[in-house]
């Protein structure tokens, strides 16, 4: 049995692109491994707090003692739990303004913890959360991954530095690129995500 963890990440509720294409996903892992335990986390409907001067305290500091830094604490705890339990993570990441939704960025200011997630050490920073498999799906309103524009692309290289940090290296990022230029080009952009998706070494049954 497989333990997958999913993110959502998109304000854009029926109409996301992201979506529909993690909706995709879930659906191939389930027919997969009918045991496959899923858990998802909707992060733009129960969006994690940006952090504030406590909350910021009670992630990053040892111990938590006012009723706020205790609530983040446990937020992280909770967060951290449920990606350590993931052997694969399937994030749907729209970009908003050539970059992350906060709500994604929050989530990771609440996972990112020093001593629990990566640790410094002699030799530079190391990522603990490692031999997990991760799929990123993206959904941009031009092209971005090739071409005048890759130079404003400020998500993908932050997200791969992000996961690499903890530790999660083995990324595979599926785009659904220049939906923004109409509906052709936006059905084009789904059905070729969706044919990655197909072809993608999905959790299979043990």
């Known amino acids: 049995m497989s333990n997958v963890l999913v993110l959502h990440s998109s304000a854009g509720g029926a109409t996301s692109v992201t979506r529909l294409l993690t909706a995709d996903a879930i659906t191939e892992i389930r027919r997969r491994d009918p045991a496959a335990r899923i858990v998802e986390r909707d992060l733009a409907a129960?969006?994690?707090?940006?952090?504030?001067?406590?909350?910021?305290?009670?992630?990053?500091?040892?111990?938590?003692?006012t009723p706020a830094e205790i609530a983040a604490r446990d937020l992280s705890d909770a967060l951290i739990a449920e990606l350590r339990d993931a052997d694969t993570i399937v994030i749907g990441a729209p970009m908003y303004n050539f970059g992350l939704p906060s709500t994604l960025k929050a989530w990771f200011d609440h996972v990112l913890r020093a001593g629990v997630t990566f640790r410094y050490s002699e030799a530079g920073p190391e990522g603990l959360l490692k031999g997990k498999k991760v799929i990123v799906i993206e959904a941009r309103g031009g092209l971005y991954s090739e071409g005048p524009a890759?130079?404003?692309?400020?998500?993908?290289?932050y997200l791969r530095q992000l996961l690499g940090f903890i530790g999660l290296t083995d990324v595979t990022f599926v785009r659904a690129e220049k939906i923004g230029f109409g509906p052709d080009a936006r059905e084009a952009a789904i059905a070729g995500a969706r044919a990655e998706l197909s072809q993608l070494a999905l959790p299979l049954a043990a």
């Open 150 to 157: 890759q130079a404003i692309d400020f998500q993908e290289p």
């Open 46 to 65: 129960d969006p994690p707090p940006h952090l504030s001067p406590e909350g910021m305290a009670g992630v990053r500091t040892p111990n938590a003692t």
